[in-house]
T-cell receptor, first 112, second 114 residues
């Protein structure tokens, strides 16, 4: 089955800096890669996703890049703010099936 | 608020017991997914139902079972509970079946097995 590795496990940045979280996946058939943000004690919420026919996608301060050949994808957050502090999860799945395989999560802390 | 509801919010029980977790999807959503979140295992997919039918199974123990009812709500049954079953259980719903549809997570049920 699919296996998703996520790094780093913790990331600490100063407000205004950029943050990058990286994930690798094992199943070359995976073609859908969402990113979820989970604040303390709350539910995971989708913040951005990318499909395998696209190399990069942006949404304001958030961007995701995908390298299908290397089987890795990354989340980029620019101009970080304290409210960006949360746990971020990457995931992979087949578009045909909704089952998500998650990475282990990255605890992002943005210091004011 | 995602529109997905889960009850109860918290559940404390003893080893060997059986519990039922309930999930109501967003209005119009036909898919319900169940995930388990624990510190050591992270977020793991358990099972997926679409319009009453089981579509996929993940790392779900034989002691666990689920179903989706005609009104589309779903229940996850956990039996012969062990300490290691303590976790946060999320359900998520989506309008269709497959990764093309965003999954909206409920608030979760925190299960504590003593």
């Amino acid at each position: 089955g699919e296996n998703v590795e996520q790094h780093p496990s913790t990331l600490s940045v100063q407000e205004g800096d950029s943050a990058v979280i990286k994930c690798t996946y094992s199943d070359s058939a995976s073609n859908y890669f969402p990113w979820y943000k989970q604040e303390l004690g709350k539910r995971p919420q989708l913040i951005i996703d990318i499909r395998s026919n696209v190399g990069e996608k942006k949404d304001q301060r958030i961007a995701v890049t995908l390298n299908k050949t290397a089987k890795h994808f990354s989340l980029h957050i620019t101009e970080t703010q304290p409210e960006d502090s949360a746990v971020y999860f990457c995931a992979a799945s087949l578009l045909r099936y909704g089952k998500l395989t998650f990475g282990q999560g990255t605890i992002l802390t943005v210091h004011p | 608020d995602s529109g997905v509801t889960q009850t109860p919010k918290h559940l404390i029980t003893a080893t060997g017991q059986r519990v039922t977790l309930r999930c109501s999807p967003r209005s119009g959503d036909l898919s319900v997914y169940w995930y388990q979140q624990s510190l050591d295992q992270g977020l793991q997919f358990l099972i997926h139902y679409y319009n009453g039918e089981e579509r996929a199974k993940g790392n779900i123990l034989e002691r666990f079972s689920a179903q989706q009812f005609p009104d589309l709500h779903s229940e996850l049954n956990l039996s012969s509970l062990e300490l290691g079953d303590s976790a946060l259980y999320f359900c998520a719903s989506s309008v269709g079946s497959g990764g093309a549809y965003e999954q909206f997570f409920g608030p979760g049920t925190r299960l504590t097995v003593l």
